[in-house]
């Protein structure tokens, strides 16, 4: 503990922010991401659009395989659902961006209620395996059930509308998609202070002890499943309203090793890690591009060159992490903090 830091309530001891440089350094975020958009340049704000709809998906499958121990490769499809929901409530029925949301969550949820069902037979591996089974059958109701999802063509939304203001642009719906972003993230920090959160952690430590103690497992990974996937159905609901144009195509299985790889590059079983590991996901892939970019004006044929290359280091990058930090970085972040804490002595 901090000299001079001592917790004198229950209160204090479960503050998400305990100390007046967080709640500083949070302030000084949300200022920045206040004046991004009006200051920043266009590129910036998509790409900070594209993060908040990432940090959505990731932290959810955190809930499902960070937190509660269960490994999924369908959470892609969990998206598409989500992102057909709302395409079908926008453009064929009109209804309210609000309401097409939570509709895009809830459906999503109720199909990963369904697809967790195996859970309480099969972990590891063979659950992995079996949910790549159902983002393989969604993937084909997507592309075969073309009354309602448009088959190959997909289907294209109209721009959300808030008070008559359509948010057709990244700029105005940047101030849809991070608030969303952040009540998600909060809502996550929160889950994990309550019984249901609790009990998820414990299925993850050790599943038998936990049934032992009163936990019912089936209802609680079914739980964990049915929260994971609303998260992801409000990431695909968003990323329809960002994209405008749903297909089956646009939520492949590399979505979903993009989403795991985030959480693992990340930090297992942190919601902070969840969110540095979409920043990371995102940006890298960004920064590489733009340094191929810079080299072909001296190379004529970086972009051909280099292009292959990018993949590469995008994976030594990954399997760096799992060799030299495979806790992440949250704990990357939280040993400099135990170092600023700890200054000017040694740990």
């Known amino acids: ?39 920043g340049d266009p590129y910036w704000v998509y790409l900070v659009c594209l993060i908040a709809i990432h940090v959505i998906g990731a932290t959810g499958l955190n809930i499902l ?9 369908g959470h892609a499809a969990f998206l598409g659902v989500g992102a057909y929901t709302v395409a079908v409530l926008e453009a064929r029925i009109g209804t309210p961006f609000p309401v097409n949301l939570l509709a895009g969550g809830l459906a ?53 509308t808030l008070f008559g203001v359509a948010l057709d642009t990244p700029f105005a719906l940047y101030w849809l998609i991070l608030p969303v972003a952040g009540v998600m993230v909060l809502g996550a920090a929160n889950l994990f202070r309550t019984r249901v959160g609790r009990a998820f952690i414990a299925i993850r430590d050790r599943d038998i002890s936990a049934e032992l103690i009163g936990i019912p497992l089936l209802k609680t990974k079914l739980m964990s499943f049915g929260i994971s996937s609303f998260y992801a159905g409000v990431a695909g609901g968003l990323w329809a309203y ?14 979903s090793i993009f989403f795991l790889a985030a ?85």
Do not use: C, N
């Not at 395989?65 to 490769?73: A, D, E, H, I, Q």
């Not at 199909?111 to 069902?117: E, K, N, S």
């Not at 159902?134 to 073309?146: E, G, M, T």
């Open 65 to 73: 395989t960070g937190f509660t121990g269960l490994v999924s490769l």
């Open 263 to 347: 959480i693992i590059v990340g930090g297992l079983g942190s919601i902070l890690g969840g969110v540095l590991g979409a920043v990371f996901m995102t940006l890298v892939p960004e920064a590489l591009k733009l340094g191929v970019g810079l080299l072909s004006g001296v190379l004529p044929d970086a972009v051909a060159i280099l292009a292959p290359v990018r993949t590469v280091v995008f994976g030594a990058l990954i399997i760096g992490f799992l060799i030299f930090e495979p806790l992440g970085l949250a704990e990357i972040w939280r040993r400099f903090r135990r170092l600023q804490h700890l200054w000017p002595f040694r740990t």
């Open 1 to 39: 503990m901090r000299i001079g830091h001592a917790k004198e309530s229950y209160a204090a001891d479960e503050a998400l922010l305990d100390s007046p440089f967080q709640w500083t350094m949070l302030a000084l975020m949300i200022a920045g991401l206040a004046a991004l958009p009006l200051f």
């Open 242 to 255: 960002f994209f405008r144009v749903v297909t089956p195509e646009s939520f492949p299985l590399i979505m």
């Open 108 to 160: 999503a949820a109720a199909v990963g209620l369904v697809v967790g069902l195996p859970s309480l037979r099969v972990k590891g591996l063979y659950l992995a395996i079996a949910t790549i089974a159902a983002s393989v059958i969604l993937h084909f109701v997507f592309l075969h059930w073309a009354s309602l999802t448009g088959g190959p063509a997909g289907l294209s939304l109209p721009p959300a």
